[in-house]
């Protein structure tokens, strides 16, 4: 066997290796980990596959009692940007510490007790905020942005030279059964806060035409 096989074998083992992580942030392919449950990125992020079961079940009881309750409900979809590339440049463990720190960041950060945060995917997450007004609710997601940029994580292959992350706020006035298209609007805020630059945050209130149409059938 001579060096130079030697060589090509070592480099398609190294390909590989790169190709199976890649795969691995594929959310339907992956365990769910301790205290997080995975899902398959939804319709709107891009894939055609449902929420996770734990996600739409946390969305549809806060819809539910935000109608009972007569109240608003705001939906915070958080996606780390570029985090393929994160990957690729610094290697799975990084990978995975960068995914742990912004993890607690957001966790530490809920307003309140009875809020939570669920894990969609590889590096996107859901917070549901029943109740809250929707300037707490954007200076919520504001609070996020200045602390995933604070931790200082490197990312060579991003412009802002840091790990950033962009956010979708919908809000919404419930009205009867859970509608799907609450998530929908939010993870389109998030692809639209992506083409604009990353590291943003777009809402979208869905209460005025919510109103209009309840006028209209009234």
């Given at each position: 066997?001579t060096?130079t096989?030697?060589?090509k074998?070592a480099?398609?083992?190294?390909w590989?290796?790169?190709?199976h992580?890649?795969?691995?942030?594929r959310?339907v392919?992956?365990?769910?980990?301790p205290?997080?449950?995975q899902a398959?990125?939804?319709?709107a992020?891009g894939l055609k596959?449902?929420?996770?079961?734990?996600?739409?079940?946390?969305?549809?009881?806060?819809?539910?009692?935000?109608?009972?309750?007569?109240?608003s409900?705001?939906?915070l979809v958080?996606?780390?940007?570029l985090?393929t590339e994160y990957?690729?440049?610094y290697?799975?463990?990084?990978?995975?510490?960068?995914?742990?720190?912004?993890?607690?960041?957001l966790a530490?950060g809920l307003?309140r007790?009875?809020?939570s945060c669920?894990r969609?995917?590889?590096s996107t997450?859901v917070?549901?905020l029943?109740?809250?007004?929707?300037l707490?609710a954007?200076?919520?997601?504001?609070?996020y942005h200045?602390a995933?940029?604070h931790?200082g994580?490197?990312?060579k292959?991003s412009?802002a030279?840091l790990v950033?992350a962009?956010?979708?706020?919908?809000?919404?006035?419930?009205?009867?059964?859970?509608?799907?298209?609450?998530f929908?609007?939010?993870a389109e805020?998030v692809?639209?806060?992506?083409r604009?630059?990353?590291?943003r945050?777009e809402m979208?209130?869905?209460r005025?035409?919510?109103?209009?149409?309840?006028?209209?059938?009234?």
């Amino acid at each position: 066997m001579t060096d130079t096989l030697l060589a090509k074998e070592a480099d398609g083992d190294f390909w590989l290796r790169v190709r199976h992580a890649l795969e691995a942030l594929r959310p339907v392919r992956r365990e769910p980990r301790p205290a997080y449950r995975q899902a398959a990125i939804a319709r709107a992020m891009g894939l055609k596959q449902r929420l996770g079961a734990r996600i739409d079940a946390e969305l549809a009881d806060g819809w539910a009692n935000a109608a009972a309750r007569h109240v608003s409900l705001s939906l915070l979809v958080i996606e780390l940007d570029l985090m393929t590339e994160y990957l690729v440049s610094y290697g799975k463990q990084a990978s995975d510490e960068c995914i742990d720190a912004i993890m607690r960041i957001l966790a530490q950060g809920l307003p309140r007790p009875t809020d939570s945060c669920l894990r969609l995917g590889n590096s996107t997450f859901v917070v549901v905020l029943p109740d809250m007004p929707v300037l707490m609710a954007r200076s919520t997601a504001a609070k996020y942005h200045e602390a995933i940029r604070h931790l200082g994580l490197n990312h060579k292959e991003s412009h802002a030279g840091l790990v950033t992350a962009s956010m979708g706020l919908a809000v919404s006035n419930p009205r009867g059964t859970y509608d799907r298209k609450f998530f929908e609007a939010a993870a389109e805020a998030v692809k639209k806060a992506q083409r604009k630059g990353l590291g943003r945050i777009e809402m979208v209130d869905l209460r005025p035409a919510q109103e209009r149409k309840r006028r209209r059938t009234a």
